[in-house]
């Protein structure tokens, strides 16, 4: 594994696998988190998080930390 890109787009997941890097997701605090979370999850996230003040849960996941 040489990288993780964290984002909060379906953009941000095609990057992510355009560079053959893990993506994680980051769903947005706006009411309509579990419809991101969905559109991350089948856009190529290896995990989505609630908040990135879960990074480290996200590292972990992917198997880096």
Known sequence: LTGVYFGDTVDDMAAARGAGIVGVG???????AEEQESRLL????????PHINRIEEALHAT???
């Open 26 to 32: 980051i769903a947005a605090a706006n009411g309509r």
């Open 42 to 49: 089948r856009s190529g996230a290896r995990v989505v998080l």
């Open 63 to 65: 198997g880096i930390g």
